[in-house]
């Protein structure tokens, strides 16, 4: 099992969900970057659990700690290692099902393929919990491109059959962008935002769930970032985007619907702005031969339900080798897509890191 990532910045990742602890290990921070503790912070609380009707009842404070890599609130250009323990696992949960495969979980495939030497509670290792690192990882990279004017945000665009308007791709200014980073339930248009609610809560009394899809945009990107094919800004952000659990489908400004335009429709005309080549639109969101172009890099990433329901639902037995029922007994979130907007930004701040790195080295970061 491998959890490294990462070519010029190196991530990695370990614990499990009813383990003692989860955590991170950076490599390739430069040394004299000063950490904002409390950005960081405030990043783990839009991912964390417990605080409303809409997301579980787990109580996870996700207070870190600075293991390595860190003195007097500056990186020392040695691996970075953070570790976050867990505080409120009800294992026993899990245990009486053990042996029952959860329709729409891991526990199948990992039983298989690890042989059942596997840690099946609370999903292990493939639990959604093991993004809250990722966040923390984030932060400080998201901190870091700051610095030089790049500003990644996201709204919520729709939860099940619930959407609202898309950002404006062409001109989508930070301002927006910040304050929806601020929002605890970031959409452009509350009244869609009430209805997304109500949509959440009315799955959760059927003792079910919705999924729903993030909408990401991100400002200041210079012109040149990225490679054709294998390290294209696409193949590197879908790569982590897809390390998401319950992720299923990303797309880049106008995704699917390309495929429904005609070639004159679909290409984005350039024109001299304010001393700078921009196009008229951003069909292609940003990203032209997997290179950035300067517009606004849009992207999309579609989160299915959560698996975890009350609903009987039909499955097998491995022990007795048998068909069985299961209820789902726990706490678990009706709807993910809350809590995954902070990951999907952080997932997308690594990547862009990365990819800056790539382009102007290290020297530029302080």
């Not at 070519?7 to 004299?32: C, D, M, R, T, W």
């Not at 495969?101 to 292990?124: C, L, Q, V, W």
């Not at 797309?251 to 008229?280: C, H, I, Y």
């Amino acid at each position: 099992m491998s959890g490294v990532w990462g070519e010029y910045l190196k991530i990695s990742l370990f614990g499990e969900s009813h383990g003692q602890g989860i955590g991170i290990v950076i490599n390739g921070l430069p040394a004299g970057i000063e950490l904002d503790l409390d950005y960081i912070r405030r990043e783990l609380d839009r991912r964390a659990p417990g605080k409303s009707s809409l997301a579980s009842a787990r109580q996870e404070k996700d207070k870190f700690e600075i293991i390595s890599g860190i003195f007097h609130n500056r990186t020392t250009g040695a691996p970075f290692c953070c570790l976050i323990r867990n505080e409120d696992q009800h294992s026993g949960d899990y245990e009486e099902i053990k042996d029952i495969m959860r329709p729409g979980h891991a526990d199948y495939t990992a039983r298989i393929k690890y042989s059942e030497f596997n840690d099946y509670r609370g999903s292990g290792h493939f639990s959604g919990r093991l993004t809250a690192p990722l966040v923390l990882a984030g932060a400080i990279a998201k901190k870091i491109l700051l610095s030089r004017e790049v500003v990644i945000g996201s709204h919520i665009a729709g939860i099940a059959e619930v959407n609202e308007l898309l950002f404006d791709a062409v001109a989508i200014g930070r301002d927006i962008l910040q304050e929806l980073v601020i929002k605890e339930f970031p959409v452009l248009t509350p009244e869609k935002g009430i209805l997304m609610k109500d949509r959440i809560l009315q799955a959760h009394a059927e003792h079910d769930s919705v999924g729903g899809v993030v909408e990401t945009a991100v400002t200041g990107l210079p012109v040149g970032l990225g490679s054709p094919f294998f390290d294209s800004v696409e193949s590197k952000l879908a790569h982590l985007l897809f390390s998401i659990p319950a992720v299923k489908g990303v797309e880049f400004g106008e995704g699917f619907r390309l495929s429904q335009m005609q070639g004159s429709q679909a290409n984005d005309s350039f024109s001299w702005r304010d001393g700078q080549v921009k196009t008229a639109t951003n069909n292609c969101g940003g990203i032209q031969g997997g290179i950035t172009n300067g517009m606004p890099v849009i992207f999309r990433t579609a989160f299915k339900p959560t698996p975890s329901i009350g609903l009987a639902q039909k499955t097998v037995d491995m022990v007795k080798k048998e068909d069985v029922e299961i209820n789902i007994k726990g706490r678990h979130d009706p709807c993910i897509v809350v809590r995954a907007v902070p990951v999907v930004e952080a997932m997308a701040a690594l990547a862009l890191l990365d990819l800056m790195i790539e382009k102007d080295g290290i020297s530029w970061i302080r």
